[in-house]
């Protein structure tokens, strides 16, 4: 495998290797996954969530992989931690935006971004949060999980990749996340995405979060937006502007009967080179 450049960034310290490969040159497919699970590593390698490859929509593997480009030049390659594709990655592409702001390949503004879930329009300034219309987030049925021993009950909410919201007053200090939640699998053939989250008195939320192909993440932006909207349903709402309070940082949700938008930080902290060898000393 030869050189491969790269940048880190996260938002809200849910964290991802940004892959710059406009023409899509870089197999990230190859021995299931191999390169994307060996970046995410967090002790062997850059250690991530999930990788974010900037391929141009008109490449032959965007194309290939049936994106409809529409008014988007860039296909944000959402892949995460484990090797495995997702449909859609809230964090992430904001961090993507953020990325082609700084490398000169946007200017500030709104842009569309195309993924796996469809076109999302990303609002990027030089500084400051940045902001996503993440479409619909459509509630589906009420499902049942196990969380740490805990049996809990959520509602499964697609947000372009699935999710299951469980609204609960449990201790979210001391559940642990770190190993998959049970779920139902003819509900979730794909797997899914399982939030846990507390309304607090000043209507904001706490959530955490296990992800699917990534394990438990310091923030997840469309399971962010899928607790948002859990909560406002379990208070009977549909519409409203929900504070949720991540490990990793607060978000801004807003929701309103035709879409979702997700508001918050995106920054870039790193860039380098992988595989190459070190310089020579002098
Ligand atoms: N962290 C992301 C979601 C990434 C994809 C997810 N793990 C899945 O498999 O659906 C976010 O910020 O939305």
Known sequence: MGHVEFVKGHGTENDFVVLPDPDGSIDLD?????????????RRGIGADGVLRVVRTDAPVAVAAGIEGGDATWFMDYRNGDGSLAEMCGNGVRVFARYLLDAGLVAPGTHPVATRAGT????????????????????GPASTTVVDGRELTGVAVDVGNPHLACVTGTDLEGLDLAAPPAYDRSLFPHGVNVEV??????????????ERGSGETRSCG?????????????????????????PGGTLLVGVDGATTTLTGPAELVAHGTWGAALPARV
């Open 30 to 42: 190859a021995d299931e996954g191999l390169l994307v699970r060996a970046l995410c590593h967090r």
């Open 120 to 139: 999302r329009w990303v609002t990027v300034d030089r500084t400051g949060p940045v902001t996503v219309d993440m479409g619909p987030a459509v509630l």
């Open 197 to 210: 989250l507390t309304p607090l008195a000043d209507g904001a939320v706490r959530l955490r979060v296990h």
């Open 222 to 246: 469309t399971g962010t937006v899928a607790g948002a909207v859990a909560a406002l349903d379990a208070a009977g709402r549909h519409t409203g502007t929900v504070t949720v309070h991540t």
